[in-house]
């Protein structure tokens, strides 16, 4: 049986779950959900009730960085293959954007929920991202001409911070940054990755065959 990915398509983590499926070719059936009205059928398998969450038979994974290394363990062509020194590299960034820079960019977009002080928050988004911008020459992905588990891990998430206000993200110092998240959001990958599908109904059961 194909497996089950609920996915909710704007989603950082759903977004980098779905990038690793696309280029290991894996398939699945996926249901679009609504973080507002999440299916019983998802919380029956994970009941965090975080997506992505991708369903097997006998096993759930319900973390967008576990979906991806399940992903990997298929040939996947046209993945950058790390040297010892990228893949540290990618994993203290991955690590970086996903707890530090996460934090602050929650903080930074959705200030008024939080009830802090945009500002702040804004400000150190921009200074992780100038240091990326120093430990990077992207041509046109992170290390050369094929996508890596690190570009599609990160960039979902400064894609965020763009989306937060483009105009003060396209007018900061940080270039390498900003030409690479131009390249990724210009990508046939993140075209595939960003098809829209209709909300998963469980009485029509409409499902995707994804990618
Ligand atoms: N650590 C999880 C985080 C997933 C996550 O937080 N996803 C958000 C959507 S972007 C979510 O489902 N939030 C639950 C909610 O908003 O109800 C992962 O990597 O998969």
Redesign the pocket.
């Known amino acids: 049986m194909m497996p089950i990915l609920y996915s909710?398509r704007?989603?950082?983590?759903?977004i980098?779950?779905r990038m690793a499926l696309i280029l290991a070719s894996k398939e699945c059936e996926l249901r679009e959900i609504l973080?507002?009205d999440?299916p019983d059928e998802m919380l029956q398998v994970s009941s965090?009730?975080?997506?992505?969450?991708l369903q097997f038979t006998k096993k759930v994974l319900?973390?967008?960085?576990?979906?991806i290394s399940w992903a990997m363990e298929s040939p996947a062509p046209n993945v950058h293959v790390f040297s010892e020194a990228e893949r540290l590299l990618s994993s203290e960034l991955i690590h970086l954007f996903?707890s530090k820079f996460k934090y602050h960019l929650d903080r930074y977009k959705y200030s008024s929920r939080y009830g802090e002080d945009p500002k702040d928050h804004q400000n150190e988004c921009k200074l992780i991202l100038e240091n990326l911008d120093k430990k990077i020459n992207p041509n046109p992905w992170i290390f050369g001409k094929e996508v890596s588990l690190l570009d599609i891990s990160i960039l979902p998430f400064i894609r965020q911070c763009k989306i937060a206000n483009p105009d003060w993200f396209f007018s900061q110092n940080f270039f390498n940054v900003i030409n690479l998240l131009n390249y990724f959001e210009s990508s046939d990958l993140f075209a595939q990755a960003m098809q829209k599908y209709a909300v998963w109904d469980p009485v029509k059961n409409n499902g995707n065959i994804f990618p």
Do not use: M, N
């Open positions: 909710f704007r989603c950082p983590y759903a980098r779950a973080l507002k999440k965090k009730g975080t997506v992505p969450v319900d973390e967008s960085l576990d979906i996903d």
